[in-house]
Structure formats: structure tokens, C-alpha cells
């Protein structure tokens, strides 16, 4: 599976867009993004995935760009529940693939 | 209702001691998983059960052994604990091995001291 690349940390006042930025600059053609969260003390949970176009649904949006070697992660109105830690990666979804977390970005939503 | 539950939630044991973790998920899923998360956070496959058959198997020791009844239960048991296993395991499931997302249960603790 390709690398990915996210800050470590980052900010987000309550009430704003939340953009999360991961660059995988190395996937390949059948290889998808997957965007997970993990708030504290909790197992990780799902949010969105995509190929090549960007995809909504009711939690965020993700934006890939046209060469796929960078996406971002879009939560259209932040609120203090969302502070978690995001994780962006990139699984090929052939026989036996399986999701490799890397460091994540903690997001802090603040008042 | 719990789509992934994990028991126990916590486990604190002494060095040598045999334990297990048990799984089970009510989505009617045919694959299931066993992730270790360290202290430092990073989290890691560990096993991957499809349709009860062993798909993944992440350099473990052959000290965790994890054994799959049917599709809807992943037991985790681990003999001669270690302090070194100390962490938070989680399970999951999805449908198939394809996009398909994972649904991860709330952990379980396990302490070694």
C-alpha cells in the first residue's frame, strides 16, 4: 500500500470548515483513499473513501486531486465532537487487502 | 444496538498468564480482524479472518492465536503473556475484502504487569 503524508496537528474553530490535507503521492491506479477517525478511547470509524472523484456524504467530503496524489478531507462545520485524531490512507482493495494506519492529524475543534 | 462488541473491555493480568479477548459483530459481515494499538498510538493488523478461514497473518508471535467459530465471532487468545503485549486491542469487520469499509469495536485494554 502507498505512503501517506499528514500534519501532525492541526486547528479548527467550532463552527468552521475543517480541511484536512494528505498527500500519497506514490498511489496507484487500483489503489483507493480511505479517511477514518479515531476519537479518544474509541476504535476508529469510518468516514469516507473515494477513487478518483470526490465524494460527499452526510459526515465530510473528500476532494482528490486530478493526478490523485493529494487529497483533502472536508468537515463543512467542525463542532468539539469531531476533535479525533484523522487518518488518510490508501489501500488497494485486491485479495487480502488490508488498511495500514500511519500517525494520523489530531484535529482540536475549539470554541 | 453494538455493531462490533469486544469483552472484555479491560483485562489487567500478571507476565505468564493465558487470556482471551472475545469479538463478535451483528452486521452479518464474512470478514473480521484483529488490530493492536501500542502505546504510542500506532495501530497495526495483526489477523484477518474471512469466511473462518485465516487470510492475514502480520508477524505475530505464535503466542496469539485467534480462533473464528463462525463468521460472526473473532476470539483473540494469547498464551505466556508478556509486558510487551500491553495495549489496546480492537476488532472489526466488513463485507468481503474489497472497498468494502471496517467497523471497529471500542477496544479492549489489556494491562500486563
Known amino acids: 500500500d502507498a505512503k501517506t503524508t499528514q500534519p501532525p496537528s492541526m486547528d479548527c474553530a467550532e463552527g468552521r470548515a475543517a480541511n484536512l490535507p494528505c498527500n500519497h503521492s506514490?498511489?496507484?491506479?487500483?489503489?483507493?483513499v480511505y479517511w477514518y477517525r479515531q476519537i479518544h478511547s474509541q476504535g476508529p470509524q469510518y468516514i469516507i473513501h473515494?477513487?478518483?472523484n470526490n465524494e460527499t456524504n452526510e459526515m465530510a467530503s473528500l476532494i482528490i486531486t486530478e493526478d490523485r496524489k493529494s487529497s483533502t478531507l472536508i468537515l463543512p462545520h467542525a463542532t468539539l465532537r469531531d476533535t479525533a485524531v484523522y487518518y488518510c490512507?490508501?489501500?488497494?482493495?485486491?485479495?487480502?487487502?488490508?488498511?495500514?494506519f500511519g500517525t494520523g492529524t489530531r484535529l482540536q475543534v475549539t470554541l | 444496538d453494538t455493531a462490533v462488541s469486544q469483552t472484555p473491555k479491560y483485562l489487567v493480568t500478571q507476565m505468564g498468564n493465558d487470556k482471551s479477548i472475545k469479538c463478535e459483530q451483528n452486521?452479518?459481515?464474512?470478514?473480521m480482524y484483529w488490530y493492536k494499538q501500542d502505546s504510542k498510538k500506532f495501530l497495526k493488523i495483526m489477523f484477518s479472518?474471512?469466511?473462518?478461514?485465516?487470510?492475514i497473518n502480520e508477524t505475530v508471535p505464535n503466542r496469539f492465536s485467534p480462533k473464528s467459530p463462525d463468521k460472526a465471532h473473532l476470539n483473540l487468545h494469547i498464551n505466556s503473556l508478556e509486558l510487551g503485549d500491553s495495549a489496546v486491542y480492537f476488532c472489526?469487520?466488513?463485507?468481503?475484502?474489497?472497498?468494502?469499509?471496517?467497523?471497529f469495536g471500542n477496544g479492549t485494554r489489556l494491562t500486563v504487569t
Open positions: 472489526a469487520s466488513s463485507q468481503g475484502e474489497g472497498n468494502s469499509p471496517l467497523h
Open positions: 506514490t498511489i496507484s491506479g487500483n489503489e483507493y
Open positions: 473515494g477513487l478518483k
Open positions: 490512507i490508501v489501500r488497494y482493495t485486491g485479495t487480502a487487502s488490508k488498511l495500514t
Open positions: 452486521l452479518g459481515h464474512d470478514t
Open positions: 479472518y474471512n469466511n473462518k478461514e485465516l487470510i
